[in-house]
């Protein structure tokens, strides 16, 4: 005889990736790290824009990028040049980082370097609009950028990017006299689905708007910063708490 | 292409709840929730599945998705409403943004089928 059981599970499809995610997490707060996972489009300006920020800020915050990059270590070279850790990650054929990649990355840095010294790792997710959005890698804010080339209707058309991201930049803010592209109905169109996202309009080859990103940044440092010291008991030391992420 | 990365997903969660199992049942059905409002698309997913179950201890399972509508709350309104995923997710009504979503954002495993019967004779003498 034969006889099936049902099991009621409720579980989330992703949740293998969450408890790393979650996991991830637990070791970026022990070492008082903030970490910014950014996502886009391929090409939308992520490479340009962690160019940017290290140059402005590698000298009071302590930084390191994590590099999501399906095949190639281009990028991971660009970055190399200011002088911060750059830990290559290369996906294969995934479109987006997961847990267990940033995890990998974590593990590189914890080995070559002292993990408790950084203030801010910036992960650079693979170009990809979609799947991104959905896979948490432990991050304390989602970084989304938009740039004016892609259109008014992408928000709309990938709406979950949008709705998850905490700060939206739309980039190559000097490109608008050349298109036909109006940034008022971006901005409706996300706010649509995403009230509250911190929109800033920026480009990195002009430099304008990168202040007011750079603001958040530090801005977003600081308040995890204070969240930290208020969640962990004064005599737990972080040292004592380092270990080796796997 | 994402729903590759969705299904290996998939598959590891199952695979942690098997794992827990003191003696390893042999899985005949999964039934998923999907949301509309989510980055997968039911038919893909299936594809991928029955691509990535072989081989694996799913290699016999069955993948069963209930897809799920994408419903929002207005609060200014007071009633429900179903956005146009693509084009409009304000109210239609009101235009307020869409804030509260009451369904759709389900990525879930509801539930499993399966049996520990892997020598079904011997397991379960016939006699009733
Ligand atoms: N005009 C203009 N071009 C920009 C700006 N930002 C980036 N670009 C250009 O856009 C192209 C792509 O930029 P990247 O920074 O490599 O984009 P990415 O998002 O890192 O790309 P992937 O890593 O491949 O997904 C490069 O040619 C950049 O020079 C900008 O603000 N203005
Ligand atoms: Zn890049
Ligand atoms: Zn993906
Ligand atoms: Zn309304």
Known sequence: MHQTF??????????????????????????????????????????????????????????????????????????????????AINTGRAC????????????????????????????????????????????????????????????????????????????????????????????????????????????????????????????????????????????AKPDALIASPH | MHETDMTRALILTVKDWWDAQTEPPRIERIHLTVGKFTCVEPVSLQFSFEVQRQGTFLAETELVIEEIPLVAFCHPCQQSYEPEIGLHYACPQCQSPMEDIRSGRELKIDRLEYCTDSTPSQAYAPNI
């Open chain 1, 6 to 87: 049902d099991a009621a599970l409720g579980i989330n499809l992703l949740h293998a990736n969450q408890r790393g995610a979650d996991h991830n997490r637990a070791h970026f707060d022990q070492w008082g790290i903030t970490c910014f996972n950014l996502m886009s489009s391929p090409g939308a300006g992520k490479t340009a824009l962690l160019e940017k920020t290290l140059a402005a800020l590698s000298q009071d915050l302590k930084i390191a990028v994590i590099e999501g990059d399906m095949t190639t270590e281009l990028d991971a070279e660009r970055l190399r040049q200011y002088g911060v850790p750059v830990m």
């Open chain 1, 96 to 235: 987006h980082l997961d847990a267990k990649m940033v995890a990998g990355g974590l593990h590189q840095l914890a080995q070559e370097y002292v993990p408790a010294e950084f203030d801010l790792v910036l992960v650079e997710n693979v170009g990809n609009l979609v799947c991104p959005a959905e896979f948490e890698v432990g991050e304390h804010a989602k970084v989304a950028l938009l740039s004016l080339t892609e259109g008014e209707d992408k928000p709309l058309k990938y709406p979950i990017m949008f709705q998850e991201a905490d700060c939206l930049l739309i980039t190559k803010l000097d490109l608008a006299p050349y298109l036909d592209i109006d940034l008022a109905r971006i901005e409706a169109n996300v706010r649509q689905i995403n009230p509250d996202v911190t929109l800033i309009p920026v480009s990195t080859k002009t430099g304008e708007g990168l202040d007011c990103w750079f603001s958040w940044v530090r801005s977003q440092v600081a308040s995890q910063t204070t969240l930290r010291l208020e969640a962990r008991p004064l005599e």
